[in-house]
């Protein structure tokens, strides 16, 4: 703690607050895209295509987000995500141990989220403007950066070379926002786990569907 408040103290000294207010923006706005994210996105997907009620869902798996948010890592929380889902939001097991462990390895969209706010904001501190096709080129590269980012704490970040490389910003910017990264990693796995959660239980839905639908076919026949 000693030697962080040092390094804290010199930043300070020779950049002023305006360094402190960038970094403090920059994870504000990974935190609220996240969030918007989770709330709107996942709990939309949840009412309209699994037909449930997004608050049930949110609170049946609040347990594997926990220890998503405290591991940071997707795969080390996978047994217990797959556990509660079955448990907690009845998904059959065999969706469960097919979609979550698939999800986990390239189904990543808070690491994609954070590796798109990381790249403008990289951009922004080297003056550097991005253009229209170079945004799009962002938004591809960090949807297959995210697919390639393994389960484990900090890889999103290693990932983000490739997404910085693709629009030719110098990859030093990475080390700006390292030190600040442990939150928001964090809260990505959790934002990552849960969309895991999310396909899986729509998933099960359609598949449910189409199994009474069959069922009708046959007593009907
Ligand atoms: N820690 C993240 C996960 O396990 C990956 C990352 O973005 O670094 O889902």
Partial sequence: PYGTFGLIASAVGSQGFGAIKAMGLYMSIVLLA???HTIFVYGSAVAL???????WFF???????SVAFSTS???ATLPLSMATAQKNLKIPKSISSFVQPLGATINMDGTAIMQGVATIFIAQVFSVELTFTQLITVVLTAVLASVGTAGVPGVGLIMLAMVLNSVNLPVEGIALII??????DMTRTAVNSTGDAACALIVAESEAKNEKAEKDLKTAG
């Fill in 34 to 36: 996240l969030l918007v």
């Fill in 49 to 55: 295509l699994a037909k449930k009620n997004p608050w």
């Fill in 59 to 65: 609170k049946g798996f609040a347990p594997a987000m």
């Fill in 73 to 75: 890592s997707s795969s």
């Fill in 179 to 184: 030190g600040i990264d442990r939150l928001l």
